[in-house]
């Protein structure tokens, strides 16, 4: 009986070394996730192709740490994408029950993992834009033309 024991956990550490955790598995028949695995790689590699485009003269010396960010802004991007797409699906509130006579409402998770990833992401985004070079002319955004109708 213990041979059958170890055999089990020997699969089952096989089974976890498989998993992607990237996206989970391929059948999303839970719904945890909105778009499908291939789509979200998509919208990454679509993402890290914008951003490197916008951050190529960039000193070599800058090039591996901007990269980084570029992979982890992007991996943000389709993530925050799909979670939104969740939460217009499934609404921000979901109910709960604790116990036999405790129920509620609260914050879904989507919601949760949403309002996190989004400040990383947004901190993320200033790093990059911080290591751009500084432009010697300004771009008029049309702020101060709004601003001087006042």
């Known amino acids: 009986m213990a041979s059958k024991t170890a055999k089990k956990t020997t699969k089952t550490k096989k089974t976890a070394e498989k998993i992607d955790i ?24 679509n993402e890290k192709t914008r951003l490197t485009k916008i951050f190529k003269d960039i000193s ?12 982890e802004l ?6 925050l994408k799909d979670l939104k797409e969740l939460i217009k699906r499934d609404g921000a509130v979901e109910s709960y029950k604790n116990g036999a006579n405790q129920y509620g409402k609260k914050k879904s998770a989507a919601v949760e993992v949403y309002n996190t990833m989004v400040k990383n992401y947004a901190s993320i985004n200033k790093q990059l834009v911080d290591l751009l070079p500084k432009s010697e002319t300004p771009i008029d955004d049309g702020m101060d033309d709004f601003l001087n109708q006042r």
């Open 22 to 45: 990237t996206f989970g598995n391929e059948d999303d028949s839970n719904g945890t996730s909105f778009y499908s695995k291939e789509k979200k790689q998509t919208f990454i590699a």
């Open 60 to 71: 070599a010396d800058k090039k591996k740490l901007i990269n980084s960010l570029i992979d």
């Open 74 to 79: 992007a991996f943000m991007f389709a993530t």
